[in-house]
């Protein structure tokens, strides 16, 4: 994969792969997976460039989802349990 799919993917994820609900992130995936692929396409970077390197970026996508929800269940335990 090129180094400017790497970077728009990293920036792309980062700007828009937030905290969601367990129960949300395999709809939010599909929808923000679609974007990711729109918005690349616009600035001239083939979707192929992107899955040949990660492969199926909504799964990818879906990960990033779930760590991030993760990451925010923990941090919630953890400020409860310093209270």
């Given at each position: 994969?090129?180094?400017?799919?790497?970077?728009?993917?990293?920036?792309?994820?980062?700007?828009?792969?937030?905290?969601?609900?367990?129960?949300r992130?395999?709809?939010?995936?599909?929808?923000?997976?679609?974007?990711?692929?729109?918005?690349?396409?616009?600035?001239?970077?083939?979707?192929?460039?992107?899955?040949?390197?990660?492969?199926?970026?909504?799964?990818?996508?879906?990960?990033?989802?779930?760590?991030?929800?993760?990451?925010?269940?923990?941090?919630q335990?953890?400020?409860?349990?310093?209270?």
């Amino acid at each position: 994969m090129s180094e400017h799919a790497i970077e728009f993917l990293r920036g792309w994820i980062g700007e828009k792969v937030h905290c969601q609900s367990h129960a949300r992130i395999e709809k939010q995936a599909e929808t923000l997976a679609r974007e990711c692929a729109a918005k690349a396409a616009e600035v001239g970077i083939p979707l192929e460039d992107i899955q040949e390197e990660v492969g199926d970026i909504q799964e990818l996508i879906a990960s990033r989802l779930e760590e991030a929800a993760e990451a925010d269940e923990n941090q919630q335990a953890s400020s409860k349990a310093a209270e």
